[in-house]
């Protein structure tokens, strides 16, 4: 039974527009939540992160939100590149125990 | 800064043959970790050490091994080879095992048993 659902394996946007990753969960004990980048042949690398007492974090063209009463967490990237396009894991924590991933989206930015 | 080196990139073995995979990381993090990751299912994790001289199962344990060699270095013993472990592993670490603390991940091992 998969905690943390990212229930599209692909996305696909054109450069310059905005990517939208979602991800859904269902442990009410996850305090921080993760989204990392992993491009082929290459380890995962974090991207950037949301503690549960925040709804929105941002860092560049990334914006992370968190609706907890929804158990929703999605990825916003404005705008999008081509060196964006990527598979994206979500994660999630719960205090004290480890990382549950998500299956990942990949997303393909057009030129 | 080589961060996260894991070793072979590529290994096949045949069903019953055993295996250790190699994971060293030059950041002075405490804990460390290995994951699979498979089709669809994202990254799984096998074992991990929070700091050195421990180690926990984590979601999918059975047919591994591992070992805290020091508090570099992680390896995951593979001791009779299936079918089912059919992967790609990455290795891991991390300062701290909670909260924020984020992950470096290593290229992986790409591992293959017929």
């Known amino acids: 039974d998969q905690q943390v659902k990212q229930n599209s394996p692909s996305l696909s946007v054109q450069e310059g527009r905005i990517s939208i990753l979602n991800c859904d969960y269902t442990n009410s004990m996850f305090d921080y939540f993760l989204w990392y980048k992993k491009y082929p042949a290459e380890g995962p690398t974090f991207l950037i992160s949301?503690?549960?007492?925040?709804d929105k974090n941002e860092d560049g063209r990334f914006t992370v939100f968190l609706n907890k009463s929804a158990k929703h967490l999605s990825l916003h990237i404005v705008p999008s590149q081509p060196g964006d396009s990527a598979v994206y894991f979500c994660a999630a924590r719960p205090t004290g125990n480890m990382l549950t991933f998500g299956g990942g989206t990949r997303l393909m930015v057009k030129p | 800064n080589a961060g996260v080196t894991q070793t072979p990139k590529f290994q096949v073995l045949k069903t019953g043959q055993s295996m250790t995979l190699q994971c060293a990381q030059d950041m002075n993090h405490n804990s460390m970790y290995w994951y699979r990751q498979d089709p669809g299912m994202g990254l799984r994790l096998i074992y991990y050490?929070?700091?050195?001289?421990?180690?926990d199962k984590g979601e999918v344990p059975n047919g591994y091994n591992v070992s805290r060699l020091n508090k570099r270095e992680f390896s995951l013993r593979l001791e009779s080879a299936a079918p089912s472990q059919t992967s790609v592993y990455f290795c891991a670490s991390s300062e701290r095992p909670e909260g924020n603390s984020p992950l470096h991940f290593g290229n992986g091992t790409r591992l293959t048993v017929t």
């Open positions: 050490s929070a700091s050195e001289g421990t180690t």
């Open positions: 949301i503690s549960s007492i925040k």
